[in-house]
């Protein structure tokens, strides 16, 4: 009975400790993509996690100490429009996840969409959907994908 009680008493601080680290846990912003290289390579860089800046609550990984530090000197310049969530889906007023890979970068800001199908259709009116996104974004940016 005393082993019993032991196990048992191990067993809930296990998971209590897990259920305190997955709390804590973040996943890094823009799946661990080095949001420099899309400037300096443009190109989708994953960081190593060697290198990371926290800003706004959320955690940047870079692929060399050298981007770390271009983005602490100037992290806005680096940031994706939007919040990270796709440009296209802004511009519907709606946040869609990305896919990192799916990129551009027009007039120094960076512009993720949801997939290449989406990226299409973004690309054939660029011009007028970051207009229609930067309209709707104030109106987006604090509320849950899934209220959208």
Same mark, same amino acid.
């Given at each position: 009975m005393?082993n &019993?009680?032991? /196990?048992?008493?191990?067993?809930?601080?296990?998971?209590a400790? =897990?259920a305190?680290?997955a709390?804590?846990?973040?996943l890094?912003?823009i799946?661990g993509?080095?949001? +420099?290289?899309?400037?300096?390579k443009?190109?989708? +860089?994953?960081?190593n996690?060697f290198?990371?800046?926290?800003h706004?609550?959320?955690?940047?990984?870079f692929?060399?100490?050298?981007n770390?530090?271009l983005?602490?000197?100037?992290?806005?310049?680096y &940031?994706?429009?939007f919040g990270?969530?796709?440009a296209?889906?802004?511009?519907?007023?709606?946040?869609?996840? =990305?896919?990192?890979?799916?990129? $551009? +970068? =027009?007039?120094?800001k &960076?512009?993720?969409?949801l997939?290449?199908? /989406?990226?299409?259709?973004?690309?054939a009116?660029?011009?007028?959907?970051? $207009?229609?996104?930067?309209?709707?974004?104030?109106n /987006?940016?604090?509320?849950?994908?899934?209220d959208?």
């Amino acid at each position: 009975m005393k082993n &019993l009680l032991a /196990i048992l008493t191990t067993l809930s601080l296990l998971f209590a400790n =897990v259920a305190t680290a997955a709390d804590n846990f973040a996943l890094p912003a823009i799946s661990g993509y080095d949001v +420099v290289s899309y400037f300096t390579k443009n190109e989708a +860089v994953k960081g190593n996690g060697f290198n990371t800046s926290e800003h706004d609550g959320q955690t940047y990984i870079f692929s060399s100490k050298e981007n770390k530090e271009l983005f602490d000197k100037n992290p806005t310049k680096y &940031l994706p429009e939007f919040g990270g969530w796709c440009a296209y889906g802004a511009s519907l007023g709606k946040k869609f996840h =990305v896919d990192p890979t799916i990129f $551009e +970068v =027009v007039d120094g800001k &960076l512009y993720l969409n949801l997939n290449s199908d /989406i990226q299409k259709k973004w690309e054939a009116e660029k011009t007028k959907n970051i $207009e229609t996104a930067h309209t709707k974004w104030p109106n /987006i940016k604090d509320k849950k994908a899934s209220d959208l």
